[in-house]
Nanobody, 121 residues
Framework: QVQLVESGGGLVQPGGSLRLSCAAS????????MAWYRQAPGKQRELVAG???????NYANSVKGRFTISRDNGKKTVYLQMNSLNPEDTAVYYC???????????????WGQGTQVTVSS
């Protein structure tokens, strides 16, 4: 019913920047909140940043001051601007949306497929 399409991942040098995007599409829905998670090999998935429908944001301590999450409600898209990247940021980044779907009950969590971010010289 809803698909999340991510883009923007890739290889970047330490100190560089990347901008991830995640666009939601499909049936009529309303997104309550969106977030970015990341998972490094052998480690648990962790929350990187989140943003509510009212544009309230929260960040993991490890990315505060370097990453910025934003959203465009008209485009149903969430972004993650990543600056001053370092090797510890290397992970698969996943987009998440908490939403309601028209003519259905309850709320749903949808995930993107994940996009690889590699920070290396």
């Amino acid at each position: 019913q809803v698909q999340l399409v991510e883009s923007g991942g890739g290889l970047v040098q330490p100190g560089g920047s990347l901008r991830l995007s995640c666009a939601a599409s499909g049936s009529s829905f309303w997104i309550y909140s969106m977030a970015w998670y990341r998972q490094a090999p052998g480690k648990q998935r962790e929350l990187v940043a989140g943003i509510t429908s009212g544009y309230i944001t929260n960040y993991a301590n490890s990315v505060k001051g370097r990453f910025t999450i934003s959203r465009d409600n008209g485009k149903k898209t969430v972004y993650l601007q990543m600056n001053s990247l370092n090797p510890e940021d290397t992970a698969v980044y996943y987009c998440n949306a908490h939403l309601a779907i028209q003519d259905t009950s309850g709320q749903y969590n949808y995930w993107g497929q994940g996009t690889q971010v590699t920070v290396s010289s």
